[in-house]
């Protein structure tokens, strides 16, 4: 008997499937300074690039992120690379801040904007930097960024120490 429910829950597990976006929430204690992401993990890790979603205060930014080598700079400007996206036919171009280290960048407000708008309305997004890309699939998407959008509900247990 120990067999067939082995198999079972194993079969489950295969099945389940995993989120594209992923919502996770940081509760600091005091309002203002609660945390929530979205993340769209890499699928390559060589050549592909991981977006993040941080929202604080109301205020939500956009990220993007690689894990084999830099980004390169644009023009030779350590502060800033390209960014290029295409949402159907179109082409979208923008510069982005290069953060320390150079495998992260901060997307400027209009492309932050198309990005949002696009994967709402359902449409899949290619967004490149210079050496690497990636396919953003919108399915969840919307739920997803609600639910970043929301305030999570406090625990109302609190521990007068860390576990």
Not at 34 to 60: A, F, H, K, W
Not at 66 to 75: E, G, K, M, N, W
Request: proline share 7%; net charge neutral.
């Amino acid at each position: 008997m120990s067999r067939v429910a082995f198999l079972l829950l194993l079969t489950l597990c295969a099945c389940e499937s995993s989120k594209s976006w992923e919502v996770s929430h940081v509760q600091a204690g005091q309002k203002e300074y609660n945390s929530s992401r979205l993340s769209y993990p890499i699928r390559d890790i060589v050549n592909g690039i991981g977006v993040e979603m941080i929202c604080t205060q109301g205020q939500v930014k956009t990220y993007l992120e690689v894990h084999a080598q830099t980004i390169p700079p644009y023009q030779g400007n350590p502060k800033e690379a390209l960014v290029i996206m295409k949402v159907k036919d179109k082409t979208f171009q923008g510069i982005a801040h290069r953060h320390e280290g150079g495998q992260r960048v901060s997307l400027p407000p209009q492309l932050h904007q198309l990005l949002i708008e696009s994967l709402q309305l359902n449409a899949p997004v290619t967004v490149m930097l210079e050496g690497y890309f990636a396919t953003l699939d919108p399915k969840e998407f919307p739920e997803q960024f609600q639910e970043l959008q929301t305030e999570p509900m406090k625990n109302p247990l609190q521990l007068p120490f860390k576990l």
